[in-house]
């Protein structure tokens, strides 16, 4: 199975394109689902879990599996992100021998390289792009997400991408549904969050008092501080659920219902909240797409097992994260996978500890995933998709100047280089490859570009001070329009220093 991969947006200035070979295709064989399986077996390998014909023979050949003994490879992870290097950034291809480049100007500068990977809408019904573990790529030396690599996940279809102005304040809603029936959780993730923000007087945190799928439609219609967070700390799973009987089925390939025989839909993404009787009530991914939509949510984070993945069915919008985003959510952070409890907590408190510093949700994300630990098998699963205008690093709040870092270890948002890629299947045409252009002109024309960027900006929000409606909507546009004009004068600052 072939794919195009292209640069649509790059600080180098160049857009090289390759054709490459969807990984872990053998023939007409797809094992990208026994890839999925594999990383949804955080307790070990289970060969009634692995049952195709050829199936662990292929494994074996792709260093998956220890040959001759029942258990994963030690070095799994290594050879599943190399496959995925290899079909992606090869470098032996221009593409990839561009992102070698942008990686080495984000290095030398000492910077974060944003590499999005951006999928179309129709890419389910056709290579399913956005169901492999991107964040596992591995360069034969090391994890991308472990260098100066962040990485995010776009799906490109026919809508404006949300815009939202920056506060300088944090309203965080966290939803601990913890229903009597199914397995339980403890309140260890609550207090991590806590404990990550609670020095930080810039950011609130509230818990909904009453975890049901009514208690967060009061709550988002009652209170007085609409929160610009909603983080889901509970139970999820992407699956069937049957539509004349209400029962829920974990399985993507069960095509009646097990309880009334009735057919199933495709399978989406379920969150599990409270009932009135404080037992599980999972609700769809479309229904709770349709209660937020419109309630100004920044974003959402869904410490839930499989809240990001969606590997069945004609639609890349089946999962919980991906609805989302299609209910005009510009940012999401989810589980791809299911994740153990420990590491849920941890990259909670260190994920809110960043956030409540002000730094942008991909910072926030990649020190999070540190938390999980490196040398695990969790560190992956959180996934995060972006479709934010303007803001493609998610950044949520302005910081006040006691919240200004002190160091330049961690760049502000202007000074975050973006490699952005577009993904299709397709012809594709030879390109010519370029040579990379010196690194100072290289920087300049960066720098240049993103005053350009942000001068036109500064435009639009002087243009909407003249007719602003309140006097809250003008003291925002003011601080928008001050903290335009200081990102102005640091780039000019570094183009001309």
């Not at 573990?133 to 591995?138: D, G, K, V």
């Not at 139970?235 to 095509?255: D, P, Q, R, Y």
């Not at 209660?291 to 499989?306: E, N, R």
């Not at 408190?349 to 995933?369: D, M, N």
Request: charged share 20%; proline share 5%; glycine share 6%.
């Amino acid at each position: 199975m072939r794919f195009r991969a292209l640069v649509v947006d790059s600080t180098l200035g160049s857009n090289p394109e390759s054709e490459s070979t969807l990984p872990f295709w053998v023939g007409d064989q797809d094992w990208r689902t026994t890839v999925i399986k594999v990383l949804e077996s955080s307790s070990g390998f289970m060969a009634t879990n692995f049952t195709h014909p050829g199936e662990q023979d292929w494994m074996v050949q792709a260093g998956i599996l220890s040959p001759g003994h029942p258990s994963f490879a030690p070095d799994y992870l290594t050879q599943i992100g190399q496959a995925l290097f290899q079909a992606l950034l090869s470098p032996n291809e221009s593409l990839g021998q561009a992102f070698q480049s942008a990686l080495r100007f984000a290095e030398r500068d000492g910077v974060k390289l944003h590499l999005r990977l951006t999928f179309a809408a129709e890419s389910a019904q056709r290579s399913r792009l956005a169901d492999y573990p991107w964040e596992l790529i591995h360069d034969r030396q090391r994890f991308l997400l472990h260098r100066r690599v962040q990485l995010s996940r776009y799906i490109a279809y026919d809508a404006v991408p949300p815009q939202q102005p920056l506060g300088d304040r944090l309203y965080v809603l966290l939803v601990s549904p913890r229903a009597n029936d199914i397995g339980q959780l403890s309140d260890a993730e609550p207090e991590a969050i806590r404990a990550g923000i609670v020095k930080v007087e810039a950011v609130s945190l509230e818990q909904l008092p009453t975890p049901t799928w009514r208690g967060l439609s009061a709550y988002l219609t009652e209170t007085a501080n609409p929160p610009q967070v909603i983080h889901f700390d509970g139970h999820g799973i992407f699956g069937k659920g049957c539509k004349a009987c209400e029962h829920l089925h974990a399985s993507t390939k069960v095509k009646m219902c097990q309880n009334c025989g009735a057919p199933l839909p495709d399978a989406q993404g379920f969150l599990a909240f409270e009932d009135d009787q404080g037992q599980a009530d999972f609700v769809s991914a479309r229904s709770l797409a349709a209660l937020v939509a419109d309630k100004g949510i920044a974003l959402a984070v869904l410490s839930a097992c499989q809240s990001g993945m969606a590997v069945t069915g004609e639609s890349v919008f089946n999962g919980t994260a991906q609805q989302l985003i299609d209910a005009q959510v510009p940012a999401v952070v989810a589980m791809q996978y299911s994740v153990r409890v420990k590491e849920a907590r941890d990259f909670a408190e260190q994920f809110y500890r960043l956030l409540g510093q002000g730094e942008s949700t991909l910072v926030a994300l990649s020190e999070g995933r540190k938390w999980m630990g490196v040398e695990g098998n969790q560190w992956y699963r959180p996934v995060m998709y972006l479709r934010w205008r303007e803001n493609e690093t998610a950044q949520l709040f302005m910081k006040t100047d006691s919240q200004q870092p002190t160091s330049e270890a961690i760049p502000a948002v202007s000074q975050v280089p973006e490699w952005s890629q577009l993904m299709t299947q397709g012809q594709i045409e030879s390109p010519l490859t370029t040579s990379p252009e010196p690194v100072s002109s290289t920087r300049q024309g960066y720098y240049q570009r993103q005053i350009t960027q942000l001068e036109e900006q500064l435009a639009a929000v002087e243009s909407d001070l003249e007719t602003a409606a309140t006097e809250r909507d003008h003291l925002r546009l003011e601080k928008d329009a001050e903290r335009l004009l200081k990102k102005i004068e640091q780039l000019n600052a570094k183009l001309h220093g």
